[in-house]
Nanobody, 115 residues
């Protein structure tokens, strides 16, 4: 089993920044992808960013140039630095870890962008 614990969400004004963290623990082995999805009320969950073990990244078009994903394999941690936040970034953000055989999810952390 793998457990993912997220932190760093909160309320921020438009144009502000937040940094989300996700720490993985449990039965960790092999190559994997980690990243973040988000889901706003009444919408489908969408991929925000992902990063492979070697560090190859991919982003949703809506966050390119504003969000940066990074990871520390030794610490089993992935971060999402979110800059120039917009009200439309408001959502619950979920960390995930995809081993290829199974995807694990965190419990989610709320990000609210509002003045």
């Amino acid at each position: 089993q793998v457990q993912l614990v997220e932190s760093g969400g909160g309320l921020v004004q438009p144009g502000g920044s937040l940094r989300l963290s996700c720490v993985a623990s449990g039965s960790l082995s092999g190559g994997y992808i980690m990243g973040w999805y988000r889901q706003a009320p009444g919408t489908q969950r969408e991929l925000v960013a992902r990063i492979s073990r070697p560090g190859i990244t991919a982003y949703a078009d809506s966050v390119k140039g504003r969000f940066t994903i990074s990871r520390d394999n030794a610490k089993n941690t992935v971060w999402l630095q979110m800059n120039r936040l917009k009200p439309e970034d408001t959502a619950a953000y979920y960390c995930f870890r995809d081993t290829g055989a199974r995807t694990y999810w965190g419990q989610g952390t709320q990000v609210t962008v509002s003045s």
